[in-house]
């Protein structure tokens, strides 16, 4: 992900629209991406609305401690838990349990081809049907720059958690692409 | 080299091998490991695949949105002005109120005390007016929620309407609170502003008569709604 520059920054600041449309196009895709995963395609569009939003009635206060894309990434999340403790709201769902992994992990054969358009959309509904915890760290870590601590701070939960999610996550990622 | 069970790194240790987030010792240990092991070495590919997987899909461009994009950046420029203007209001605030406070005990020694302050007349002759469509709190997480007027001021003169100050109130403060200044509405022009001021965490609408007070340069103009 590119970085705003400092000049851009100052501009959006401002509140000059040109700016703030330069920070729009930046960081549409991995807030929509991360939208698109979390809440999926039909509510996507409004979960990247609400971000920037947010984003822009608060970028006179960033204060740029931490990375301008982490800090995006890290509304954009709170957006998404919004929408979905909302959603839990309405529809009285229950979540599934994010449980320990106990059975033997499964691999993938060597034959596998890697990286393909099958093999990419498979992984992308294997996502989908991570528990919403694991799905949102692996999410987040799609993107090279949301490190451990990056992720615990977007999550507000500490960094073990953040390792023990990402493990779990990945075991369930290769039952589910192993079972299809 | 045997690769015994008991020499085996477990996988949680190569998940976080694979994200870089192990100290350097330890990985270099690890990457020493991994030339001798096919078994820790598929373990790793397992999970690098599913990574290399996930961040290859973040690369897909999003849906585009022209009208969005063009509407929000809009909306994203009111609110800093609108935050920008309110911030550089307060900061006058202090002093004139020093002044206006100056100017009053001046003028009451000057005059005597006979004359209690009255309201300004409302517009009488002008065809501008302000109507408040709805009262809201909305909240954004990265600052504190803010209690929104979404105001129409449409003036219906032949000469600009000069607005000096815009004055909410609400049932939950008793204070009326100056929220921007400085705002022009041509002849025959409509305007649609929102103005805000930020509320407590946990604040809900309360029922109850909400107001927008606008300061024109003829007189003022009021606008109500009742919430129930
Ligand atoms: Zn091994």
């Known amino acids: ?180 | 080299m045997s690769t015994q069970a008991s020499e085996h790194y477990a996988p949680q240790d190569w998940s976080a091998y694979l994200d870089g987030e192990l100290p350097a010792a330890r990985r270099a240990a690890m990457r020493e490991h991994l030339r001798q092991c096919p078994s820790c070495a598929a373990i790793l590919r397992s999970f690098e695949a599913v990574q290399r997987g996930a961040e290859q899909l973040a690369q897909e461009p999003a849906p585009t949105r022209p009208q969005l994009r063009t509407r929000l950046v809009a909306v994203g420029a009111a609110v800093i002005t609108q935050s920008r203007t309110r911030r550089r209001w307060l900061l006058c605030l202090g002093t004139v109120l020093v002044l206006v406070i100056l100017a009053g005990l001046v003028a009451a020694l000057w005059h005597g005390i006979e004359q209690r302050s009255t309201p300004s007349p409302a517009v009488a002759d002008s065809k501008a007016r302000v109507t408040l469509e709805r009262v809201l709190i909305t909240r954004y997480f990265v600052e504190p929620p803010s209690l929104e007027y979404d105001v129409t001021i449409h003036n219906g003169d032949s000469r600009p309407l000069e607005i000096i100050r815009v004055i909410v109130s609400d049932p939950m403060g008793e204070k009326e609170r100056p929220v921007a200044s400085a705002l022009r509405v041509e002849p025959g022009q409509t305007l649609q502003r929102v103005f805000s001021r930020p509320v407590g965490e946990n604040t809900q609408l309360r029922p109850g008569s909400y107001r927008i007070l606008l300061e024109t340069s003829d007189g003022r103009l009021v606008a109500e709604k009742v919430v129930p």
């Open chain 1, 1 to 180: 992900m590119t970085e705003l520059d400092v000049e851009t920054l100052r501009r959006c600041r401002r509140g000059d629209p040109a700016a703030l449309g330069v920070l729009y196009d930046c960081y549409r895709r991995p807030v929509y991406y991360l939208a698109r995963r979390m809440v999926g395609e039909a509510e996507a569009e409004d979960v990247c609305q609400e971000t920037f939003i947010a984003v822009f009635r608060a970028v006179v206060k960033f204060e740029g401690k931490s990375k301008l894309s982490t800090w995006v990434l890290a509304v954009a999340t709170r957006v998404c838990l919004m929408h979905l403790r909302k959603r839990r709201r309405q529809e009285a769902s229950a979540e599934p349990a994010d449980t320990a992994e106990t059975e033997p992990m499964t691999l993938l054969s060597p034959s596998h081809e890697l990286l393909n358009k099958e093999f990419l959309k498979r992984l992308a509904d294997a996502m989908d049907r991570l528990p919403e915890n694991q799905r949102l760290a692996v999410s987040l870590r799609s993107f090279e720059e949301m490190s451990y601590e990056e992720i615990a701070r977007a999550m507000n939960c500490r960094l073990e958690q953040v390792r023990a999610m990402l493990f779990r996550a990945r075991c369930r990622l290769l039952k589910l692409l192993e079972g299809h």
